[in-house]
């Protein structure tokens, strides 16, 4: 009981590191996109590179390191990506509406990080389970 308790433990130490080193990703290549881009909508492309940075690197490192995902073959790598993206898509709307929410409510700059604090730490802890359950199974233990 005590070793299941503790490898639940490093899981969700392991899981909470890779949330914060998906989460300097996406800003450092919002940084360099919104530096280099020279079109228009440079915003919105800045959002896109990070997005897709922070994608990736959390799923190369969730599938491997959380779940030990291994997939057979690219068809089933890229569905496992694909659904991958879609609870991201979910838990990227509670952490925005939970900021937002914030930022209503108390009109006022340190609200739109404490919100997003609390959304970051909601989203992610659904899309665990929502991963757990539909992309890759139960989590190396």
Known sequence: MKERAASRA??????????LA?????????RVASTVWPWPMRDLAALAAGTGAGLAVKYLLDSRWIFAFKGRGVAQDLRAFIRYAATGVL?????????LGFLSVFRAEWARYAG??????LGYTAKYFLDRRLVFGSPRE
Do not use: D, K, M, P
């Open 10 to 19: 490093r899981t969700a130490a392991a899981y909470a590191l890779f949330a």
């Open 22 to 30: 998906a989460t300097l990703v996406n800003l450092g290549a919002q």
């Open 91 to 99: 838990t990227t709307g509670i952490f925005w509406a939970v900021e």
């Open 116 to 121: 997003g604090a609390v959304g970051l730490c």
